[in-house]
Nanobody
Framework: QVQLVESGGGLVQAGGSLRLSCAASVSTFRLNGVGWFRQAPGKQREPVASISRSGTTNYVDSVKGRFTISRDNAKNTVDLQMNSLKPDDTAVYYC????????????????WGRGTQVTVSS
């Protein structure tokens, strides 16, 4: 059974930093793209960042220059370092395995974590 467990969320002031981590019990983790998505209250889930199996990264415009995605295939983990956080970054953040980049959009794959709450106060 595939399990994705996110950690690292919390409450931070605007301008602060958080590091999210996701541990995946997927045997084929290293063969898959992985990514982070988020869902703010009253909004649809949206992509944040992705990293391919070869390490190519993609970000949505709103987080470029502030967020960094990384992966460790030996540990089956994917992290999201979030700097210069803004109140608009407040959301539940979800880890995804099977993420892929179409050339214009980051798209979710089959496996999702349960999410971790990030709250940024102004």
């Amino acid at each position: 059974q595939v399990q994705l467990v996110e950690s690292g969320g919390g409450l931070v002031q605007a301008g602060g930093s958080l590091r999210l981590s996701c541990a995946a019990s997927v045997s084929t983790f290293r063969l898959n793209g992985v990514g982070w998505f988020r869902q703010a209250p009253g909004k649809q889930r949206e992509p944040v960042a992705s990293i391919s199996r070869s390490g190519t990264t993609n970000y949505v415009d709103s987080v470029k220059g502030r967020f960094t995605i990384s992966r460790d295939n030996a540990k089956n983990t994917v992290d999201l370092q979030m700097n210069s956080l803004k109140p608009d970054d407040t959301a539940v953040y979800y880890c995804n395995v099977g993420t892929w980049y179409s050339g214009t959009h980051i798209l979710g794959g089959a496996y999702w974590g349960r999410g971790t709450q990030v709250t940024v106060s102004s």
